[in-house]
């Protein structure tokens, strides 16, 4: 069982590029997340999805957005690199509310923009 | 808002002795509290969680958390430590709704 699998691990960027971070899990998730981590700010939510068809924004969207065609993926894209996105990003599933279920993270991408 | 403070950046502690992170939230209603743990290069992993009933719970790994609520805190223990805690900790608070809030998190240090 994968669970949560994120590619790629490590990624540099150049100002104004763009690219797709993939998220997929196996475990027949509804809610599904993206946060970013910043040294001594711990995590932010980007954007979640409830389910198939279903995205919303978090605290810090601007910048990303997403899609959610399938109940087990749900990539990030970053449409205009810029140097604060620099970040280590994580995507996360749960199978009810995160008052109800755990999180379930990804090993995480490392994405520096420079 | 939401929010949750960790006022302990890094902590060192022996292996053997025992360890205490401190967590401080900020919610409107009753929170629920979790604790994640972070190994090197790897996701968090949730250690434990408080929904409502015994302030006092049990985690994963020999953790306890207890919540006092006339405190706002919900700090983490752990009598006997032993290297493999190393790692860093993050508090979350949420409602019930979908969102999340962690606190900025305390790395561990575990000393032989």
């Known amino acids: 069982n994968a669970g949560v699998t994120q590619t790629p691990k490590f990624r540099i960027l150049k100002i104004g590029q763009s690219m797709t971070l993939q998220c997929a899990q196996d475990?027949?998730?509804?809610?599904m997340y993206w946060y970013r981590q910043d040294p001594g700010m711990g995590l932010k939510l980007i954007y979640y999805s409830v389910g198939a068809g279903i995205t919303d924004k978090g605290e810090v969207p601007n910048g990303y957005n997403v899609s959610r065609s399938t109940t087990e993926d749900f990539p990030l894209r970053l449409e205009l690199a810029a140097p604060s996105q620099t970040s280590v990003y994580f995507c996360?599933?749960?199978?009810?509310?995160?008052?109800?279920?755990?999180?379930?993270f990804g090993n995480g991408t490392r994405l520096t923009v420079t | 808002a939401q929010s949750v403070t960790q006022p302990d950046i890094h902590i060192t502690v022996s292996e053997g002795a025992s360890l205490e992170l401190r967590c401080n939230y900020s919610?409107?209603?009753?929170?629920?509290l979790f604790w994640y743990v972070q190994s090197p290069g790897q996701g968090l992993q949730l250690l434990l969680k408080y929904f409502s009933g015994d302030t006092l719970v049990q985690g994963i790994k020999g953790f306890e958390a207890e919540f006092k609520r006339s405190q706002s805190s919900f700090n983490l223990r752990k009598p006997s430590v032993h290297w493999s805690d190393a790692a860093e900790y993050f508090c979350a608070v949420g409602g019930s709704d979908y969102k999340l809030s962690f606190g900025a998190g305390t790395t561990v240090t575990v000393r032989a």
């Open positions: 475990m027949n998730h509804n809610y």
């Open positions: 996360a599933s749960s199978f009810n509310r995160p008052s109800n279920s755990p999180l379930h």
């Open positions: 919610y409107g209603a009753t929170p629920y």
